[in-house]
Each structure stands twice: as structure tokens, then as C-alpha cells.
């Protein structure tokens, strides 16, 4: 077999888990993997680390819903008011955890956000700030928990 083939289907196959999440601590909280999670933060993973995506663990936890593991991440001392820093899907630099959390109604995470000193006044790119997202998708339990 050709080299030149082989190598770089080689390579693809074996870094195929790095390409699908950013840092392992990032790919364990947008799974809500809290065992992994916690070995890979007692191994030295920061929870503000910015992965590959331009995001932090915290931010994919918010995205993907995963309470649990956004909850584990502001107890390390995970920043809410990390923004992120790429694009990634309709999502542009400058979106907050907070504006994800309400984006899709994740009024737990929201809760967990807030109480963690979460700015609810941010804005993203579109001027939009979290209650903005979760009056426009009608979130009623969301829109309770954020100031007017």
C-alpha cells in the first residue's frame, strides 16, 4: 500500500476523538461525563481552558444542557462570564454561558449561572441578551429567573 495513503488515513483515524470536541475536558462536559470530568480536572485540566472550538467546558455544558456538568464546572471555579471566542454554528464570538442556557430553555443551568454571579446584562453580537432569547422562544420558568 501506497504511503502516502496510508499516513494520513492513519492519522485521521487516530485523532478522530481530538477532532470532535476541543479539550477532553471540553468533550467530557458537553457529554455530561461528570467521572470523567473529575479525573481529567484533578489530572490538571483547567475549567476556563478555551478549546480548538474558541469555547470553554462551561459554555458546551450550557449548549448541550448538561446540568450536572455545568454545575460541577462552576463549583471548580469555572468563569459564567467566559465568552466565546470562534464562531461555532449559528453562534458567533461574544456569546455567553448564560445566553446559551436560555437560548434553550435550561432553566436549572440558568438558576446555577445566576448564582454564580452569571452577567445577565451581556450581549451577544446580535445585541441580544439571554432574557431577550428566552422572551423570543417564550421560556416563561427562564425569563422568571433573569432581571428585566
Given at each position: 500500500?501506497?504511503?502516502?495513503?496510508?499516513v494520513p488515513a492513519l492519522t485521521m483515524v487516530l485523532c478522530a476523538p481530538a477532532l470532535q470536541g476541543g479539550t477532553k475536558l471540553s468533550r467530557a462536559a458537553l457529554d455530561g461525563?461528570?467521572?470523567q470530568m473529575t479525573q481529567l480536572m484533578e489530572a490538571g485540566e483547567k475549567v476556563n481552558d478555551i478549546d480548538k472550538w474558541g469555547w470553554t467546558p462551561l459554555l458546551w455544558a450550557?449548549?448541550?444542557g448538561q446540568e450536572k456538568a455545568a454545575v460541577l464546572l462552576l463549583e471548580r471555579g469555572a468563569d459564567p462570564n467566559l465568552l466565546t471566542i470562534k464562531s461555532y454554528g449559528r453562534y458567533q464570538p461574544g456569546t455567553s454561558p448564560l445566553i446559551l442556557a436560555a437560548y434553550y430553555?435550561?432553566?436549572k443551568i440558568v438558576k446555577a449561572l445566576l448564582d454564580h454571579k452569571a452577567d445577565p446584562a451581556l450581549k451577544d453580537s446580535k445585541g441580544q441578551t439571554a432574557r431577550d432569547y428566552?422572551?423570543?422562544f417564550s421560556f416563561?420558568?427562564?425569563v422568571a429567573l433573569l432581571p428585566k
Open positions: 500500500m501506497n504511503l502516502r495513503v496510508l461525563n461528570i467521572a450550557c449548549y448541550y430553555g435550561h432553566a428566552a422572551e423570543s416563561a420558568e427562564v
